[in-house]
């Protein structure tokens, strides 16, 4: 049976005005996390299985993510968070919050993506209680890229893993680009998968998110220092594929 998917992609800028580095920043996050998942080396997903939202109401983002059950999920979230108590948090809109463990789907295997402060503070209404389109044409190439992108989907067991923009205590910071973390990621896949491709007829390669994280972290730090981000994962052998060519 075909692999299913489901990637949701929050942006939440808070009030920040529209021509603010804030605003320009998570918006280009959005778009440039959307347009990767829909690259072939991205692992070829179709429109359809690709939601955005921006600044949802965070018992009705609960209850959909909840709602949600595939064989593998991506939540991608850009904007404000903090620390409350110890807990990761994340602003969903300018009035309300929500904990990162509750930024979660009910698929068997998810990837979470957070690029978002990790500092303590006080946050706003916390939430504290659980609560498509057409795909690109396909080709052989691209067909192959979702193939194997599946392939390493299934190979791992059931789990959940998060990735951050940055450690507890630390401001994820950005720019009109794109957030330092994001930005980052996806651009240095990018280099990656032209280079690794040349000029293959299929997908022969694939990078897990450790093996991504391994190499864009330290590049992450070493640019913007002290932002560090971490991945809580298996190992290499047991991460979900994020980039192939």
Known sequence: MPVTRNAIIVGAPG?????????????????SYERFLLSPHGGAWTRNEIIQLWHPGAAKLAAFLNSITCDYSVTVFCGHGARYQGQPVIETNPNETMYVSDFRTSSKRQLTIIDA???EVEPRALLKEKVAGIGAPPDPYWDSCRALYDAGIMGV????????????GQVSGSNPLGGYFSHTLLTTCQSWAR?????????SRMLTIREVHDGVGPKVTQLYYPQEPTLESGRSHTSFPFLVA
């Open 117 to 119: 402060c990790q500092v």
């Open 15 to 31: 009030d920040a005005a529209p021509s603010s580095e804030m605003f320009l920043g998570v918006q280009a996050d959005a778009v």
């Open 195 to 203: 280079q690794a491709r040349g000029l293959n007829p299929t997908a």
């Open 157 to 168: 067991g059931e789990m959940r893993a998060l990735w951050n923009g940055c450690k507890m």
